[in-house]
Each structure stands twice: as C-alpha cells, then as structure tokens.
C-alpha cells in the first residue's frame, strides 16, 4: 500500500493511505468526489493512527430538483360539461362518505362578490351576450314587484338551502351529498358568465358522439370562424350568431358536422339574430315558456332543454325522467333491484314509470 502525503500552512503533515492503482473496487461501491478513481473511502482502520482525527469527508453536491411542468389549474368552461350530468352511478355504488356531515364546497376561484338574490325556479346564471352585455334575474339594485316578489335566498346561501332541504327530507342521500359535493351552484360559478348561444350550440355539437369527438368538432367549428385557438385563452373565442348566420351549410360541415346539425346550428344562430332568443329573454322567462320556446328550436329536444336550463341558466329545479342516470338512481333510492331490471329490459321506462318517478321526486321539489 502506498501513501499520500498532504501539507497544509496551518497544520501538521497527515498521511492518508490510498490504494494502489491495481486495486479493483467492487461494483456499488461509493466513492467520494475528491478520490474519483483513486480507490474506496478510507476507514479508520486503515489510518496510521486511529486516535488521529479523520479529515471531513468529502460531500456530494446536493442534486437539483428536476423541473416538472407545473399543472396549471382547471379552470371551468361553463358549456364543456352541459351534454351529460350523470354517469348512471346508483346508491349502492358509492363508496364510504369522503366528507363530514355537512357538505364541503371548494373554496371560491375569484374574490368575493355581493350576493344578488336566487330563487331555485329561476335563472341563477350570469348571462352574457359576445358583445359583454351581462343581465341577471334579480339585479342587486332591482326592486321587487306583485310579479315578482323578492326571494328569500342569495347566491350566497342558495346551495347551503337546498342541502339542507334534501338532507332534511331524505337522510338516505347524506352519503351521495358528502361523496359528491356540488360546484355548480357556488356564489362563484353563479357569477361566472355564461353565453346562451355558445351552451346550446355545443350542446347540439355533442349529440349522439363521444366526449372526445364532441371535443374535436367543437374546435375545429371554433377553428374555421377564428383561426388556431389557445386553448389557455380565457375567455376562449366563438362565433357570434350573426358570424353563423351568414356561414352556409357546406362551409359548417367542414367542422366534422353532419348536414343535419349543420342545419340545427344555423337554425339557432337565426333565433338569436332575429331577437327570438336572447339572454335578456332567458334570463327572466318562466319554465313553461322556456320550454315552448326552445323545443320548437330545430335540432333541441326535451332531454337537450332540460340540460341546457340545468347547467347553463343554473335552475335548481330541474328533473329529467327521460335521463337514464336519473331513472336508475331514483330506482335504487326507492329500493328496486336495478341490476334485475337492467337484465329484464321493458323499453325506456324499464326502471319505473314516468308518473311513478314525479310522484317520488315531487317531495324534493323546489330543488329536484
């Protein structure tokens, strides 16, 4: 073995065996950074004089963190998620309560807002029109009149109400309410805008395709009106009505539409030109004639309108009987073998009948 020798002006000569370059290192072993290649740590065994101190080993530069692209947060488009609100998921398949008793609600995405009043058999949205028009059903500075009397709830406490009611009325549901706790009713999503005429054209562009086609045809019909889109942009861009209006029906099938939703999307971009349908109109129409209206609207059917009232104008009583994800989970609730009827088949109405389900739904009203 041979030795190295060190010299230091402050200090004594140390000597520090090293191994001979012959010596072979056993693979795994570590080495420091100073030795390189000259051979293994040494211990204190190998120290000419073990109560000598040992020099400090040698460390390794602490490794940088690898950078990973930061996630940016979701941020919600309000007509994205209108063309199905269940996933046909029934009682028995929901797992143990995830939350307490009382249900959580994400913390607001934009600052605090003063509440406005709501009423769950009206328009709770924020309605815009492209050109930033905004109109609300109840105004914060409006008075109330014999036809419209003032309810008693704000955008503030309007889900906390219907929680409570439909805790109150069926405790069976405490476990879906604290599974799956609601954005769409919070004070922010309340006061987030939604365009009417973007809800129910993306509606019709989901008809009868999947989420990820929906998706495609939605950009490239965006695409053939306002170029390459960002999709980080905030608000993202969409052609106004009168920009479809005037756009023929072969030029709206190179979005990936077929000729008859071509038809249907131009047909709703005239409603809006022509004054028809407007936000100002929706946001302060009653049920009945929103529904007369918008189911004489080529291309929307009662399911389609019902949805559009739910997730768009953000109405809280809304029951579909026609959804299947509703009919089941009504089923199981009131205790029938779904996975039995499923099996037996029976047409639409295999789970339970059309006036059966109002008849159970009716005492969960106004917040069905």
């Known amino acids: 073995m041979s030795t190295r020798v060190t010299r230091s002006a402050s200090k004594p000569v140390s000597v520090v065996p090293t191994a001979p370059a012959s010596t072979k290192i056993k693979k795994g072993t570590k080495r420091s950074v100073s030795q390189g290649s000259k051979g293994p740590l040494p211990d204190a065994s190998m120290h000419p004089n073990p109560d000598a101190s040992m020099p400090p080993p040698a460390t390794l530069p602490a490794k940088r963190p690898r950078k990973t692209k930061a996630q ?20 028995s398949d929901l797992p143990t309560p995830l939350l307490s008793t009382s249900t959580a609600l994400p913390p607001p995405s934009s600052p605090t807002r003063t509440p406005r009043p709501a009423d769950p058999n009206a328009t709770n949205a924020t309605l815009a029109t492209p050109r930033g028009s905004k109109y609300f059903a109840y105004p914060k ?27 109150a009325t069926d405790p069976r549901l405490n476990a879906v309410m604290d ?5 769409l009713w ?36 965006v695409g053939i009106f306002c170029g390459d889109v960002d999709e980080e942009a905030r608000p993202k861009p969409f052609p106004t009505p009168e920009q479809v209006s005037k756009a023929e029906v072969g030029f709206l099938r190179t979005a990936g539409l077929s000729g008859r939703k071509a038809e249907y999307v131009k047909g709703v971009a005239e409603k809006f030109v022509d004054g028809e349908l407007s936000a100002e109109w929706l946001v302060r129409a009653s049920w009945e004639e929103l529904y007369e209206r918008l189911i004489a609207v080529r291309g929307l059917g009662r399911w389609s309108v019902e949805m559009f009232a739910c997730f768009a104008l953000k109405r809280m009583d809304v029951f579909s009987t026609g959804d299947l994800g509703v009919q089941r989970g009504l089923a199981a609730l009131v205790g029938r073998d779904v996975k039995k009827l499923k099996a037996k088949g029976g047409g639409k109405w295999k789970y339970m009948s059309e006036k059966e389900m109002l008849e159970h739904a009716e005492r969960f009203a106004p917040y069905r």
């Open 72 to 91: 940016s947060p979701t941020k919600s488009d309000p007509v994205a998620s209108i063309p199905h609100p269940t996933s046909g998921r029934i009682l």
């Open 141 to 167: 500075d409006s008075s109330p009149t014999p036809s419209q009397p003032r309810p008693s709830a704000t955008t503030a406490d309007l889900l906390a109400k219907a929680c409570a009611h439909l805790r």
């Open 179 to 183: 599974a799956y706790p609601c954005p």
């Open 186 to 221: 919070t004070p922010a999503a309340l006061a987030e805008p939604v365009e009417p005429f973007r809800a129910l054209v993306s509606s019709i562009l989901a008809q009868q395709v999947s989420g990820a086609a929906a998706t495609s045809i939605r950009k490239k019909f």
